[in-house]
C-alpha cells in the first residue's frame, strides 16, 4: 500500500476540491432566477420548438467525433508498438498491419458515406 500512497492522496485531494468548488458556488453564488436564466441557450438564437416526432436530428457532428477517437486510439496503440517494435518481430509487424487495415477500412467506409462532407 506504500507505494500508492500518493496517488491516494492524489484522488482524495481532488475530491476534496470539487465538493468545496461545488459547496462554495452553491453559498456565494446569485440566487435569482428568472425566465430568461432558466430559458434553454441556443448560441444566441431563440431557441426552435422541436417537431412532434421529433424530426430528423444531423448527426455529421457525432459521425466526425466518433471517427477522431477511433483514430485517436488508433495512435495510442501504436505509440507502444513502435517503442518495443524490435522486441515483437515479424508477429508485431503482422499484428499492426492488420491493426491499421482494420481502421482504414472504418475510415474508408465513412469517406464513402459522405461522413466527412459539410455543407
Given at each position: 500500500?506504500?507505494?500508492?500512497?500518493?496517488i491516494l492522496a492524489l484522488g482524495v485531494l481532488a475530491a476534496l476540491f470539487v465538493?468545496?468548488?461545488?459547496?462554495?458556488?452553491?453559498?456565494?453564488?446569485?440566487?435569482?432566477?428568472?425566465?430568461?436564466?432558466?430559458?434553454?441557450?441556443?448560441?444566441?438564437?431563440?431557441?426552435?420548438?422541436?417537431?412532434?416526432?421529433?424530426?430528423?436530428?444531423?448527426?455529421?457532428?457525432?459521425?466526425?467525433?466518433?471517427?477522431?477517437?477511433?483514430?485517436?486510439?488508433?495512435?495510442?496503440?501504436?505509440?507502444?508498438?513502435?517503442?518495443?517494435?524490435?522486441?515483437?518481430?515479424?508477429?508485431?509487424?503482422?499484428?499492426m498491419v492488420i491493426f491499421i487495415v482494420?481502421?482504414?477500412?472504418?475510415?474508408?467506409?465513412?469517406?464513402?458515406?459522405?461522413?466527412?462532407?459539410?455543407?
Amino acid at each position: 500500500m506504500h507505494p500508492y500512497t500518493p496517488i491516494l492522496a492524489l484522488g482524495v485531494l481532488a475530491a476534496l476540491f470539487v465538493a468545496g468548488s461545488i459547496t462554495i458556488s452553491a453559498l456565494v453564488g446569485p440566487k435569482r432566477y428568472n425566465r430568461a436564466r432558466l430559458d434553454s441557450y441556443e448560441c444566441g438564437i431563440e431557441p426552435t420548438p422541436q417537431p412532434v416526432g421529433g424530426g430528423r436530428f444531423p448527426v455529421k457532428y457525432y459521425i466526425t467525433a466518433m471517427l477522431f477517437i477511433v483514430f485517436d486510439i488508433e495512435i495510442i496503440f501504436l505509440y507502444p508498438w513502435a517503442v518495443a517494435f524490435d522486441q515483437m518481430g515479424l508477429f508485431g509487424l503482422v499484428e499492426m498491419v492488420i491493426f491499421i487495415v482494420t481502421v482504414f477500412v472504418a475510415y474508408t467506409y465513412v469517406w464513402r458515406r459522405g461522413g466527412l462532407e459539410w455543407d
